[in-house]
């Protein structure tokens, strides 16, 4: 049974929600950052990054009482509004591509998360969790939700089509040409309808966000336990999500570049790999594996078609059928001695949306010796690793839709 709650939302106000909307921090580069907040005061940039102001970096606590301080004043200005009244936020997002992904921001419960109704699939970072539950004690808010994915429901579906009749609350287009819907539900007949409808619901997914949703729970254990009158209703018990059906749901893979060859010549890897795949040699012309456990590979300015021979691979569990899984397994780990793909430094990632050509140019250039591209997996594999409590590897799904900093926020 999963647990849905409206809550009232801090948000922009609709004249100015397109100047305050924002990437996540880490997703600009210092340039960028740099000049969006030049040129645009009302940016949640300048809320996440208040050193900007004094022209210092700024760090740990320090950084997050800035972060709260900034955040008041942006209330206090009337840039952001609290709304009156609880409520449920349809939110929908059309990117350049003509990609529609429509879904309901609600608040969802920690305890859901602690008891395996909000299944996971990725490996979290303790030392990144406890930052994270730092940051959001300290500032009391979180400002972008965590992307949860369910069954597709029909009267949900509905509840959301019927809904978007409506003139959106808010409606703006990004620099990425990606435009942005916001209305609001807070009539208590169709916020009942919809929670019953979660409440059908044995599991839900965590598509993206398993860092902010894994600090929230630490934050609520922390909350729960100093708090001695502690009920069950308390703000620390739940965490924003974006919650959109399987079926609207895109992902896309994060292909491989590797710096060196661990000490191996060109042949003596080629060898090697054909202990585990039979190679074809495709020429200078980009090559794109066509099916699963069909690789490509670039090297020495050729690409290549590794097919799995799969009388020496066993497939036990739905990780061992995980492409991303089995490159680890059959190439990055044994040959190429990369055991850590968090913090190898001779391994980078690049997402499925780039082309073949991305990879090829990475390699051209000497930064990297050799580049792997693979098909990505789908949701029903995501959802069989999380069921069977098994964890992907890194960097094996890029998932879409992107989110927003800013657009509604929770406070705690």
Not at 107 to 130: G, L, M, P
Request: aromatic share 12%.
């Amino acid at each position: 049974m999963a647990k849905i709650i409206p809550f009232k939302a801090v948000k922009p106000t609709r004249a100015i929600v397109g100047l305050v909307a924002a990437r996540p921090y880490q997703s600009y580069t210092v340039d960028e950052r740099e000049s969006r907040m030049d040129y645009n005061p009302f940016s949640f940039l300048h809320i996440v990054n208040p050193g900007y102001k004094y022209d210092k970096v700024i760090t740990g606590k320090e950084r997050y009482k800035l972060v709260k301080n900034r955040y008041s004043e942006f209330k206090e200005d009337g840039v952001f509004v609290t709304d009156k009244t609880p409520s449920l936020y349809v939110y929908k997002i059309v990117n350049r591509h003509g990609q529609e992904f429509s879904g309901i921001i609600a608040a969802t419960s920690a305890e859901d998360y602690e008891n395996d109704v909000i299944k996971k699939h990725e490996d979290t970072i303790a030392k990144r969790e406890q930052t994270f539950k730092t940051y959001i004690q300290t500032v009391g808010f979180n400002a972008e939700p965590v992307l949860l994915t369910y069954p597709d429901n029909d009267t949900i579906s509905n509840i959301i089509k019927e809904t978007q009749k409506e003139h959106a609350e808010f409606e703006f287009t990004m620099t990425y040409r990606d435009t942005h819907y916001l209305w609001k539900i807070d009539n208590e007949a169709i916020i009942e309808t919809i929670q019953y409808e979660f409440k059908q619901m044995e599991t839900i997914y965590i598509a993206d966000g398993h860092h902010r949703s894994s600090s929230s729970y630490l934050l609520y254990k922390d909350e729960k336990e100093k708090n001695l009158n502690h009920n069950g209703d308390e703000s620390y018990n739940f965490f924003m999500s974006y919650l959109i059906p399987e079926s609207d749901l895109v992902i896309h893979e994060f292909n491989r570049l590797i710096k060196d060859l661990n000490g191996l010549t060109k042949e003596e890897f080629l060898i090697k790999l054909d202990t585990a795949f039979r190679i074809e040699n495709r020429g200078s012309l980009p090559y794109n594996p066509s099916k699963p456990h069909h690789f490509s590979m670039y090297l020495d300015g050729e690409f290549y078609s590794l097919y799995l021979r799969k009388a020496n691979y066993e497939f036990k569990t739905a990780l061992d059928e995980l492409d991303a899984q089995l490159l680890y397994k059959t190439i990055l780990q044994p040959i190429l001695g990369i055991n850590d793909l968090r913090q190898d430094s001779r391994i980078e990632y690049v997402n499925g949306r780039h082309e073949m050509i991305t990879i090829k140019t990475s390699v051209d250039s000497g930064d990297f010796v050799v580049g792997f591209g693979m098909c990505p997996s789908n949701v029903e594999q995501m959802k069989q690793i999380a069921n069977e409590g098994l964890k992907m590897p890194p960097k094996s799904t890029y998932i879409l839709p992107k989110l927003r900093s800013g657009i509604t926020i929770y406070e705690y």
